[in-house]
T-cell receptor, first 120, second 111 residues
Framework: GAVVSQHPSRVICKSGTSVKIECRSL??????MFWYRQFPKQSLMLMAT?????????EQGVEKDKFLINHASLTLSTLTVTSAHPEDSSFYIC????????????????FGPGTRLTVL | QKEVEQDPGPLSVPEGAIVSLNCTYS??????FMWYRQYSRKGPELLMY????GNKEDGRFTAQVDKSSKYISLFIRDSQPSDSATYLC???????????FGQGTTLQVKP
């Protein structure tokens, strides 16, 4: 099956610092990746759609200058949380769309294991 | 009103029970309906997906979609302790991959 990895799995940082999270599709090419945020006992909330070679599309209410997304290759997307604050503490999950998987009408999305960010 | 509503539970059942998990939604444009399982501190994994209305069965799992009622269900037969996890429903209106998730239902299957 398709595998998506995330690095780091958890990070603790001081308020005001920036944190970069990597999302990689290990055995397939992903022209589209998604970034989600999940608070404890809450659902996954889509933050942005990352397309290889173009600017990310952000969901309403998500600050694009705070959450920088770079999809530089077909297997790597990065999310940088700039000037992190305690309220940014959350579980960040990426997913990658495998257009070679599934049917013509449905493309399966594979999720990474998540990154737990704690901002002190 | 949220686009997708799901009772967070928790739901506790004895081993071997039939489990019924449900979601309701408001957006009639949704055509793709998924169920994901998420273990603690892990990413979601796809269990089943259904296109439009109807039933789909895979082993002990059955997914049902009733678009007229905007209601989807996941049934787990002969539940096992290893089924203990959070189950998330998710929906999509098109083939873009953009998913809208329910809150997730926490299930505990007791031996």
């Amino acid at each position: 099956g398709a595998v998506v990895s995330q690095h780091p799995s958890r990070v603790i940082c001081k308020s005001g610092t920036s944190v970069k999270i990597e999302c990689r599709s290990l055995d397939f090419q992903a022209t589209t990746m998604f970034w989600y945020r999940q608070f404890p006992k809450q659902s996954l909330m889509l933050m942005a759609t990352s397309n290889e070679g173009s600017k990310a599309t952000y969901e309403q209410g998500v600050e694009k200058d705070k959450f920088l997304i770079n999809h530089a290759s077909l297997t790597l997307s990065t999310l940088t949380v700039t000037s992190a604050h305690p309220e940014d503490s959350s579980f960040y999950i990426c997913s990658a769309l495998n257009r070679a998987s599934g049917t013509v009408t449905y493309n399966e999305q594979f999720f990474g294991p998540g990154t737990r960010l704690t901002v002190l | 009103q949220k686009e997708v509503e799901q009772d967070p539970g928790p739901l506790s059942v004895p081993e071997g029970a039939i489990v019924s998990l449900n979601c309701t939604y408001s957006n009639s444009a949704f055509q793709y309906f998924m169920w994901y399982r998420q273990y603690s501190r892990k990413g979601p994994e796809l269990l089943m997906y259904t296109y439009s209305s109807g039933n789909k069965e895979d082993g002990r799992f059955t997914a049902q979609v009733d678009k007229s009622s905007k209601y989807i269900s996941l049934f787990i037969r002969d539940s096992q302790p290893s089924d203990s996890a959070t189950y998330l429903c998710a929906m999509s209106a098109g083939n873009t991959g953009k998913l809208i998730f329910g809150q997730g239902t926490t299930l505990q299957v007791k031996p």
